[in-house]
């Protein structure tokens, strides 16, 4: 979370207190000042990348879980000796290509019509279960017992 909601831009990352602060309140209830030098973060570019998409793709739209994919592909592509023009210019964009990439790889998941399909959120589950059932039948029996139901 600390990674998420320190600046984007590596010159405010000193300004903990304002961006604390900022993590604690909406932004629609900061005080007209503090919306005037808010320092955006790495969790308001997310939040841009998936309310684009949402536009985008209509049909999908934003779905519980999106933002857990964004987030590691965010955190994995993201390098603190990128240069800051880079990340100013293309960051977002090749951020936002690749997500919408993986994304329509696997958008059947999150089609609420398209639950109860193999390629639904449902299939993908029971899939994932049989091969853990396969692959670590101790594990999948203690989660079982446990009423841990994948």
């Known amino acids: 979370m600390e990674f998420f909601t320190s600046s984007k831009d590596p010159k405010f990352k000193h300004m903990?207190?304002?961006?604390?602060?900022?993590?604690r309140t909406k932004k629609a209830d900061l005080s007209g000042h503090d919306r005037l030098h808010y320092i955006e973060t790495h969790a308001d570019v997310i939040s841009k990348i998936l309310f684009i998409y949402a536009k985008l793709n209509a049909g999908v739209k934003y779905v519980q879980g999106m933002n857990e994919i964004l987030a590691t592909l965010y955190?994995?592509?993201?390098?603190?000796?990128?240069?800051?023009?880079y990340?100013?210019?293309?960051?977002?964009?090749d951020l936002f290509f690749c997500f919408n990439t993986v994304v329509s790889e696997i958008r059947d998941s999150f089609i609420r019509t398209m639950d109860h399909e193999h390629s639904g959120?449902?299939?993908?589950?029971a899939e994932f279960d049989f091969i853990m059932m396969k692959c670590d039948p101790e594990l999948h029996t203690h989660l079982a017992n446990e009423g841990l139901d994948p």
Do not use: H, T
């Open 16 to 23: 903990k207190d304002q961006l604390r602060m900022q993590a």
């Open 75 to 85: 955190f994995c592509f993201y390098d603190v000796s990128m240069p800051q023009e």
């Open 87 to 93: 990340f100013l210019e293309y960051f977002e964009s």
């Open 121 to 125: 959120i449902n299939g993908k589950v």
